[in-house]
Nanobody
Framework: VQLQASGGGLVQAGGSLRLSCAAS????????MGWFRQAPGKEREFVAG????????WYADSVKGRFTIYSDNSKNTVYLQMNSLKPEDTAVYYC?????????????????WGQGTLVTVSS
């Protein structure tokens, strides 16, 4: 599967953005999908995950209640709706897909990665 992330940009604190992760070559339903982010000088960290089988979602504590991950099967796309953005949300955001991981909070469980999209939140 190939993943293409988009939707990043510059937004003021308190604002919203929606990131998209379009899949090609396979259907997103065959994967556990996740969003990660990497701020300058920091490790890539987990943000949100989604499993089409059962529709379960899980989030990092830092974004819980503000971000929502969901999919549109008709568009073969996974989204990350980000509300109430904070300056500390500034990072490059990556979407990822995995099939056989043991812990989908960790990047090691994801085999396929998109190229990243930059989100900048100004104070």
């Amino acid at each position: 599967v190939q993943l293409q992330a988009s939707g990043g940009g510059l937004v003021q604190a308190g604002g919203s953005l929606r990131l998209s992760c379009a899949a090609s070559g396979d259907t997103v339903n065959n994967y556990v999908m996740g969003w990660f982010r990497q701020a300058p000088g920091k490790e890539r960290e987990f943000v949100a995950g989604f499993n089409w089988r059962g529709g379960s979602t899980w989030y990092a504590d830092s974004v819980k209640g503000r971000f929502t991950i969901y999919s549109d099967n008709s568009k073969n796309t996974v989204y990350l709706q980000m509300n109430s953005l904070k300056p500390e949300d500034t990072a490059v955001y990556y979407c990822a897909g995995g099939t056989s991981g043991s812990n989908y909070y960790t990047k090691q469980s994801y085999d396929y990665w998109g190229q990243g999209t930059l989100v900048t939140v100004s104070s």
